[in-house]
T-cell receptor, first 115, second 113 residues
Framework: EAQVTQNPRYLITVTGKKLTVTCSQNMNHEYMSWYRQDPGLGLRQIYYSMNVEVTDKGDVPEGYKVSRKEKRNFPLILESPSPNQTSLYFC??????????????FGPGTRLTVL | AQTVTQSQPEMSVQEAETVTLSCTYDTSENNYYLFWYKQPPSRQMILVIRQEAYKQQNATENRFSVNFQKAAKSFSLKISDSQLGDTAMYFCAFMDSNYQLIWGAGTKLIIKP
């Protein structure tokens, strides 16, 4: 089954404790992206990757890191989480290019709470 | 910078009624794509419908249709014969020339039995 998986689905942590949210897709997509969703703000892009070893900042990259060593994986790293990073996080992937038929597939989301 | 505005934070209608969700956007580009996504309580993001800006014909997917007014930069979603399963957050999104999606804040739609 074609899918994007994220782990963990739920995480409660404390300020300053490094964490990683994993994202993996099995569709051989070149493009992957991380978003955060907050009430009243919709989805905001954190980082994206057009292909292996290529990553770029989105609209809200501060406090986050990513890496793209393999095509299928795109982990999101919070080196020193803070309470303002409490949010719902989505990973997404799609084929390269902006063809309208290149639908973006989303993972199930990760609910992160930083105390 | 492109922006997407959904002016209705929350709406509710009776089952079987028709409802229209509004979306406006701001861009100087001529060719772009527009999308509506649904997010039910399960939190999964589901693509509902998509529209290419150069196509004048409004997109339709079963009970879902759009009213695309390019000059007015408006992209509303109409849901006909609404069902309880349509209860969800609905997000309007704009794909820019760099193929990045820019999202509206969302409209919470409640279908009442």
């Amino acid at each position: 089954e074609a899918q994007v998986t994220q782990n963990p689905r739920y995480l409660i942590t404390v300020t300053g404790k490094k964490l990683t949210v994993t994202c993996s897709q099995n569709m051989n997509h070149e493009y992957m992206s991380w978003y955060r969703q907050d009430p009243g703000l919709g989805l905001r892009q954190i980082y994206y990757s057009m292909n292996v070893e290529v990553t770029d900042k989105g609209d809200v990259p501060e406090g986050y890191k990513v890496s793209r060593k393999e095509k299928r994986n795109f982990p999101l790293i919070l080196e020193s989480p803070s309470p303002n990073q409490t949010s719902l996080y989505f990973c997404a992937s799609r084929p390269a290019g902006g063809n309208i038929n290149n639908e973006q597939f989303f993972g199930p989301g990760t609910r992160l709470t930083v105390l | 910078a492109q922006t997407v505005t959904q002016s209705q934070p929350e709406m509710s209608v009776q089952e079987a009624e028709t409802v229209t969700l509004s979306c406006t956007y701001d861009t100087s580009e001529n060719n772009y794509y527009l999308f509506w996504y649904k997010q039910p309580p399960s939190r999964q993001m589901i693509l509902v419908i998509r529209q290419e800006a150069y196509k004048q014909q409004n997109a339709t997917e079963n009970r879902f249709s759009v009213n695309f007014q390019k000059a007015a930069k408006s992209f509303s979603l109409k849901i006909s014969d609404s069902q309880l399963g349509d209860t969800a957050m609905y997000f309007c999104a704009f794909m820019d020339s760099n193929y990045q999606l820019i999202w509206g804040a969302g409209t919470k739609l409640i279908i009442k039995p």
